[in-house]
Structures are given as C-alpha cells and as structure tokens.
C-alpha cells in the first residue's frame, strides 16, 4: 500500500506541492475549502521574478524559476505564460548603484541580466518618464495568470492518480488525522499544510500573519507596455506612519491590460480598499509610467498576504507534529518560488540532500529550543 499524502491548500504552493509528491510514489488527496486557485493564489500579481534582498532568497527563486521553465516546456500555453523579463528601473545615482549589483548577482548565477543607462531605458520602454538614472534588464522573470495554473495542475494531479477534495474545510489536524468542518475524518501518513492565512488557525503556534496589498487593473492597452516595470525601491520602500510601504510594480497583461502594485501594509485585519493606500499605489505607478493619469483603471481590489516575521518562506517538518510538513509565509513570493518549495519538501520527506540549506527556511526558527520535540 502506498503511503498517503494530504496536502491542505490548492493554491499555487499547494498544488505544486501535491503534484510533486504524487510524481515521488505517493497517494495524494489534494483539498480546498473552495476550489483550486482561489484563494490568495487569485489576488496576486502572478509574477515569475528573480529577487535578491538575501542570497539564500535569490538560490530559492532561481531554482524555482528554472522548474516553472521546465514545466512551461512540457506544457505550453498554459497559465497565461509571458516571457517579458523584467525592467528595474533607477530614479537616482544609489539606486543605479544597486542595479549594477543586481546584475552581477545575477549573472554570476547564470540568470543573464544587463544593466542600462537612463537614455536605454527609455528607448526599451517609451512609457516610461523622461529623467530616469537607467536600470536593469533581467531576461528570464515571467508573468503568468495563477488561478490558471493552479487549476490545471489539480486536474494533472488527478490526471496521474491523486485525489481532488474540494468543499470541504479542514477545521482540526493531529499528526495522522485531520478532521473536516463537517464532522468526517481523513487519516493520512503524511500532512502537508500549504492553506495560506489559514494555516494560522489551524496552527496558531506557526508565525503567519496577513500582509495587506492593494491592486489595481487598467482597461486594455494593447502594445504599450513589453516589460514589467518595477521600482528600483521595491522592498526597500520607507514604511509611514500607518505602516504602509509602497513602491511602482506594473505588468504588461497578454491581453493588454496593465496590473498595477504594489504596497505592503502592516496591523491591517480586512481585505477592504483603503482610498489612501490604492491612490498611494497608483500615484507611484504615475511617477514612473505617467500616460497611466490618462488610463482607465477597471478594476481595484485589496488582500492579505501570508507573511512570516522575517520575510522568508517556512519550509520544513513542524516541530511538535511529528509527520505534519509545512509550506508557508512565502508573501507575495509563492508563484514564484511554489516549484522550489514543493522540491524541498519532497526532497526532506525522502531523507536526501536538496540544492538549497533546509536550515534557512525551517520552521523551527520560529520555536525556543526548549520547545522542540523533535530537534
């Protein structure tokens, strides 16, 4: 008999997770309070982008990102897919001096990156304002449509013998047993908890918390935009009085549309637009793209983020649940880094050794070492 795998989650991280897990031998049941995709996987920018705020989080994307390559390969036109690289762009001397970094990291680990001036900036993209200091180029960063993906990736995992249960919350889990909101109990050898914010209530002892973005979505524009365009500032962004960052992240859609972000927000408890926050956002995607002001925006909307306390991903064994895994906390990273995550947790299921330091995204650097059972 195979040893059975329930993953709980069916966004892009729990899919991923639950395909990986069946293609390893295992007899997955993949399940959703909803339906695959729906959740913070639908709220999202879908980007596919190569971040280096630390080393060990630029290993984790770009060994994601050569996965989410090799699937495109064997699956083409799924998920929205467009190749359109991304263009960092500089508005002062310091930030040029960043992206030069930027694209030596990046280089020296094969995922070619080119730094430009001001004038080749403008001449890439013409939308942009006049003025800029230059920036980088990075060729492989990848937008994509995630509720789409996510969605075909459960009807492969059935497709290859696993099972979707869908409708049903889990309300409870123990080491080998999860109990649904109904009553009805499910036993399992292994448990993977890949459910977003959810896995705060079902297990309040793992540091997830919601981080509030907010998104905006223009009518279609087709042809005027190639790359996605985001601020040199992003993730460096000064934080304000309540909490808010915001820094310029813009998408090219493949139906012309443009998907404007971003902004982090801290305290926030609904997912109800806040006029200063959106018009934040957009007012900082203008700095940068000004024909946005004469664009018409469609569609606004805000959401929580699943965010951990030191803004890496929690990847790894539970430490007081013995046979209970966890992915996650990857924020506004999960698209990207959902391939790596499901690789690493399949990876120290089998005992061997991955291509990433577990250590780095374990769980149990959220837990006292006097708390560990099973250190």
């Not at 090799?70 to 960092?88: A, H, K, N, R, Y």
């Not at 790596?340 to 947790?345: H, I, P, S, Y």
Request: glycine residues 10%.
């Amino acid at each position: 008999m195979k040893t059975t795998v329930c993953v709980i989650g069916a966004g892009i991280v729990g899919t991923s997770c639950a395909l990986k897990m069946q293609e390893e031998g295992y007899q997955v049941n993949l399940i959703d309070a909803a339906s695959p995709g729906c959740g913070v996987t639908a709220i999202g920018m879908g980007h596919l982008v190569a971040l280096d705020e630390s080393e060990q989080e630029l290993d984790l994307c770009l060994l994601s990102l050569r996965m989410w390559k090799d699937f495109f390969t064997e699956f083409p036109g799924i998920g929205e897919v467009s190749q359109c690289g991304t263009l960092w762009v500089a508005e002062n001397e310091d930030q040029l001096s960043e992206a030069h970094h930027r694209a030596q990291a990046m280089n020296a680990r094969l995922w070619r990156a080119e730094t430009l001036t001001g004038e080749q900036v403008q001449k890439l993209e013409p939308a942009l304002r006049p003025g800029l200091a230059g920036g980088v180029r990075v060729f492989g960063d990848s937008v994509v449509y995630p509720p789409k993906l996510a969605h075909f990736m459960a009807q492969l995992l059935v497709k290859r013998g696993g099972n979707l249960i869908l409708g049903k919350r889990v309300a409870q889990l123990t080491a080998n047993q999860l109990v649904f909101a109904d009553g009805s109990k499910l036993d399992a050898d292994i448990i993977i908890v890949a459910a977003g914010l959810e896995v705060a209530k079902l297990l309040p002892e793992i540091a997830v918390f919601g981080r509030k973005g907010h998104l905006a979505i223009t009518d279609r524009y087709p042809g005027r935009l190639s790359h996605q365009i985001v601020s040199m500032n992003y993730g460096q962004a000064a934080v304000s009085a309540d909490a808010l960052a915001v820094a310029a992240n813009v998408q090219p859609r493949s139906n012309g549309q443009w998907l404007i972000g971003s902004c982090r927000q801290d305290g926030q408890t609904d997912n109800s637009l806040d006029s200063k926050a959106l018009g934040a956002v957009l007012q900082s995607a203008m700095t940068l793209l000004p024909c946005l002001a004469d664009m018409q925006i469609i569609r606004a909307w805000a959401g929580m983020r699943p965010a951990s306390p030191d803004g890496h991903p929690i990847i790894g064994p539970h430490p007081g649940l013995a046979g209970v895994w966890l992915a996650a906390g990857h924020e506004g990273l999960g698209v990207t880094m959902a391939m790596a995550t499901a690789k690493m947790l399949a990876d120290q299921i089998a005992g061997r050794a991955g291509e990433i330091d577990y250590q780095h995204y374990s769980p149990e650097r959220f837990f006292p070492v006097q708390e560990l059972k099973y250190a």
